[in-house]
């Protein structure tokens, strides 16, 4: 259907975003970068932490080069820790398998940590001009309604009916600015409210003529989110608090932490090294990842002795202004912005 490929790209040289900080560049690095932070993150989220990133690492070798900490604490605060894990062991794996240089070969670029083939086709076509199709969440949005493409998106029988239309609806030529097209398409009039009057694809979209916006895509099935709890130890101890390293694969893979243990449990203070009384209560929160909701009970003690037979496991005391500049996740940033 060259109409739809035509309509797109006419619609964004005249409406479509031109001015965002990643655009005008075919440097995969700068692509790819951005390609990351926008999976599940929303534009207006990710360019003041995109900029920050790429004045600190430039370029692949300095992303290569730099320490895991550094790196997550200019990630801390976009959220999907994984990503800025797996980006900076992409870049690794590019300095050690292709001498620093930004593969051009969609099967290399899919073979690095937190590359899926939609992201790969759009750095491949932002940066080299090639003709392959994405297939993020926000076209999933546009093809499904405009094809009337039925089923939930995520199901695997539909995703591939959607990944046959997506090639076959790629046009010969302005790949680019087709691809820029259907992003900005589905971020701003085709999102979850749709603003139908201005789209440029209204006369053929099935969901706008047969009444069926409110039914396409078809929502995920509905599942009781599961809920899960924790108790955050925080350690008090002449103005500095007590952080660990958690381990470098699951929630918050490499960041530093509070310790934890289980709700019901008692603190076990004399693994750290010390003894303490309960000090003020602090709120309990609620913090939602893709898959649960975590309850988190934060309990602080102030150190009042410390045991000279015990060592101190390998954590740090570091003084809560300090460590928010740190890797750390969200709900700890929380804590420490009320201790400090």
Known sequence: MPDFAALLIAWQKTHGRHDLPWQGTHDPYAIWLSEIMLQQTQ????????????????????????????????????????????????????????????????????????????TAAAILAFAFGQRRAILDGNVKRVLARCFGIAGYPGAKAVENALWQKAELLLPD????????????????????????????????????????????????????????ETAMLILRRKGEVYLEKRPPAGIWGGMWSFPEYGVEDEAGLARFGVKGKAGATLPEMLHTFTHFRLRIVPRLFEVTATLPEAREPGGLWIAPAEALGAAIPAPVREILKALA
């Not at 980006?87 to 899919?110: C, K, N, S, T, Y």
């Not at 409210?193 to 789209?199: I, Q, S, T, V």
């Not at 409110?214 to 099935?221: H, M, N």
Request: glycine fraction near 6%; proline fraction near 9%; include cysteine.
């Open 173 to 228: 030529t302005g790949i680019e600015t087709y691809t820029q097209a259907l992003m900005d398409l589905g971020a701003t009039l085709c999102a979850r409210r749709p603003a139908c009057g201005p789209c440029p694809l209204r006369a053929m979209c099935v969901a706008y003529n047969e009444n069926r916006l409110a039914e396409l895509p078809t929502p995920k099935p509905r599942k009781l989110q599961p809920q899960k």
């Open 43 to 118: 534009v207006a989220s990710v360019i003041a932490y995109y900029q920050r990133f790429l004045a600190r690492f430039p370029d692949i070798a300095a992303l290569a080069e730099a320490p895991l900490d550094e790196v997550l604490a200019h990630w801390s605060g976009l959220g999907y820790y994984a990503r800025g894990r797996n980006l900076h062991r992409a870049a690794q794996l590019v300095m050690e398998r292709h001498a620093g240089i930004f593969p051009a070969d969609p099967d290399a670029v899919m073979a690095l940590p937190g590359i899926g083939r939609s």
